[in-house]
């Protein structure tokens, strides 16, 4: 038998980094799971030198390994570089061998235009910060821009938006390798929700703010979460969270910029997901079972949230 190898994830630390991104995927791949069953992933952090890198705050940090590990990773992440330095072509060689031999290659932010000088967003979809979208647009027309979504999954090359988008994508990223359940939980331990509303979620994704503040509205919230299969109104949420609906309705939208019953519907369809995933249950049975009132409305909003019906995600995503 050949020995078990975890999947090897790669990021890149430079010079003059901010560490938010760096410490995302650090977070996410970085730290052990025992409360999950099975291997986790094996994270090396790659740069292109060995001395002392400085860091956006005032530190330095040094990285354990070069290129030739970057190059050999299963998975390879480009945090948000400084879009006016070139990158080197040392770096552009390592990304174009690392994904002609078959790994999957991330950026977060403006990661996207290292993975740009190196050839591999032609003719692909891809996302990045909104504030330099028509910058890598202008650099590279030869790739699509998307500036209104949080992150592009174009299969074997992913592309965020902003820092904490990448968040999003890291979680993504999981529940590719190991399925909706496991990215609940690393989402539930991050205080971060699994799926974000809205958007062209499945490949392409949007935003929702992480329940977490203690107040009514997170109160009503997390009340909503362990009772959604019943009937859930505008008015029952107000009152969980001691406010009048017209208040309740201003604070929830300031605080998560969807309405109420869109959020709840959001997570109707997000709890589906790993159902579809786990179990052989007809979809009409976890539509209700997630508090859809009907099979025709749950096919509805799941189409409308996830661009695809709730049979072919099974078909697509089931182990």
């Known amino acids: 038998m050949m020995p078990f190898r975890p999947h090897t994830v790669a990021v890149l630390a430079y010079d003059g980094m901010a560490p938010?991104?760096?410490?995302?995927?650090?977070?996410?791949?970085?730290?052990?799971?025992?409360?999950?069953?099975?291997?986790?992933?094996?994270?090396?952090?790659?740069?292109?030198?060995?001395g002392p890198l400085r860091v956006v705050g005032g530190f330095t940090m040094r990285a354990e390994h070069g290129l030739d590990v970057l190059t050999s990773a299963d998975t390879v992440i480009i945090p948000g570089t400084d879009v006016t330095r070139p990158v080197s072509p040392a770096l552009v060689g390592a990304l174009r061998e690392a994904h002609a031999r078959g790994a999957r290659v991330v950026s977060i932010c403006s990661g996207a235009f290292t993975l740009a000088a190196a050839g591999l967003l032609d003719g692909r979809a891809a996302a990045t910060h909104w504030r330099y979208a028509d910058l890598l647009q202008r650099r590279h027309p030869e790739i699509r821009v998307n500036p209104e979504v949080l992150y592009v999954d174009d299969g074997d090359v992913l592309t965020s938006a902003g820092s904490a988008a990448g968040l999003d994508l890291l979680i993504h990223l999981v529940r590719r390798d190991?399925?909706?359940?496991?990215?609940?939980?690393?989402?539930?331990?991050?205080?971060?929700?699994?799926?974000?509303?809205?958007?062209?979620?499945?490949?392409?994704e949007a935003a929702v703010?992480?329940?977490?503040?203690?107040?009514?509205?997170?109160?009503?919230?997390?009340?909503?979460?362990?009772?959604?299969?019943?009937?859930?109104?505008?008015?029952?949420?107000?009152?969980?969270?001691?406010?009048?609906?017209?208040?309740?309705?201003?604070?929830?939208?300031?605080?998560?910029?969807?309405s109420p019953l869109r959020w709840v519907i959001s997570q109707r369809v997000a709890a589906s997901l790993s159902m579809l995933e786990s179990s052989t249950a007809p979809v009409e049975a976890i539509g209700a079972a997630v508090g859809f009132e009907s099979p025709v409305t749950f096919r509805h909003h799941f189409t409308r949230a996830m661009r695809t019906s709730p049979s072919a995600y099974r078909r697509a995503f089931s182990a």
């Open 20 to 50: 938010f991104e760096l410490g995302c995927v650090v977070e996410i791949f970085g730290l052990p799971r025992p409360e999950l069953d099975g291997p986790w992933y094996d994270l090396k952090v790659c740069a292109e030198s060995g």
């Open 209 to 258: 703010t992480p329940v977490g503040e203690d107040d009514g509205v997170a109160r009503a919230m997390a009340w909503a979460l362990d009772h959604l299969a019943e009937q859930i109104t505008v008015r029952e949420l107000a009152g969980r969270a001691h406010m009048s609906q017209r208040s309740f309705i201003r604070h929830f939208k300031r605080q998560t910029g969807t």
């Open 178 to 204: 190991h399925g909706a359940s496991t990215a609940n939980t690393v989402a539930r331990r991050l205080v971060v929700p699994p799926h974000r509303e809205g958007g062209q979620a499945q490949f392409i």
